[in-house]
């Protein structure tokens, strides 16, 4: 007989025992088989096994902030669903390679509209100068990842920082570099947005 939540919160503060290794065991079984109802055939069954193990971890280490205005039942269901998705955007990434990232970035900055092919080539060649003089090299690393279309987590990942690090460094090399192209005399209030969505 399948337990509910409420009993498997309760198991997370029980002493060992029978009784709580069931309800635990009861748990685990919801975490696998709402992994596979979301996400079918996206996950092998060694990744089920993987994740639900990870998700029984966080749930042992985070239970604490359950708040209690819903039931415990969804907000394992929560914990569950958002470790698949992060794994699955984790691997849509891996096998791009870092410098692979930035080719596809730097061919993706679009010089502004120039009314002749002339001012158009210009304008192409002042923002490579920019980019190679106007930022550290960690800096051209993350915006032109990010702008060859790694999330900022996984920059962050490749570039062995943080989110909130590599925020600030894509943030400071937008700012070094639209300095340059005013300086040069180029407008660059659409070239380089800020990064849409991202937060530290």
């Known amino acids: 007989m399948r337990t509910d939540g409420s009993t498997w919160l309760a198991a997370l503060h029980a ?7 069931r309800a635990l065991s009861d748990m685990r079984d919801f975490v696998r ?3 596979t109802k979301g996400f079918g055939t996206q996950l092998t069954d060694a990744d089920l096994e993987d994740l ?3 998700t029984m971890l966080k749930i042992a280490a985070k239970h604490e902030t359950f708040r209690r205005d819903s039931r415990f039942s969804t907000w394992v269901a929560a914990v569950a669903v958002n470790g698949a998705l992060a794994e699955l955007r984790r691997r849509r990434h891996v096998h791009v390679e870092l410098e692979a990232a930035t080719e596809l970035g730097a061919a993706g900055l679009v010089p502004p509209e120039a009314p002749d092919r002339v001012q158009r080539a210009r304008s192409a060649q002042l923002l490579r100068e920019a980019i190679d003089t106007a930022l550290t090299t960690r800096q051209r690393e993350a915006l032109l990842a990010e702008l060859g ?3 900022l987590a996984e920059v962050a990942r490749r570039l062995q920082s943080d989110r909130g690090a590599v925020y600030k460094l894509l943030h400071d090399g937008r700012k070094r570099l639209r ?3 005013q300086a040069h005399g180029m407008d660059a209030s659409d070239l380089l947005p800020s990064p849409g969505g991202h937060s530290p």
Not at 15 to 21: D, H, K, Y
């Open 149 to 151: 279309g790694l999330p």
């Open 15 to 21: 002493p060992e025992g029978s009784e709580t290794e």
């Open 179 to 181: 300095a340059y192209l």
């Open 33 to 35: 088989a709402t992994l």
């Open 52 to 54: 639900s193990q990870e």
